[in-house]
């Protein structure tokens, strides 16, 4: 569960490998991360653990815009090409 107002954040961005997506905030349980693409649709689901802190892959996503969504609350990503 999410502590009120998380902050989310991405880094570094843009990336090609891989990026670190830190919510701060958290309750020390695991929280979901949603990957969305620019129209939408559900890509991944990542788990940050009570650190906060989820690895991104790159591997197999497009290069272009990405949302990730944590609760209500949410970062945008961007993926360059290779």
């Known amino acids: 569960m ?4 998380p902050t989310l954040s991405a880094s570094p961005n843009p990336f090609t490998a891989s990026t670190s997506v830190r919510l701060s905030s958290l309750l020390p349980t695991p929280s979901s991360l949603r990957l969305y693409d620019a129209v939408g649709n559900l890509v991944r689901t990542l788990t940050a653990p ?7 892959n790159g591997d197999g996503l497009k290069p272009g815009v990405y ?3 944590a609760g209500a609350q949410s970062a945008r990503l961007v993926k360059v090409a290779r």
């Open 2 to 5: 999410l502590a009120p107002n």
């Open 67 to 69: 949302l990730v969504r």
């Open 50 to 56: 009570g650190s906060g802190c989820a690895i991104l």
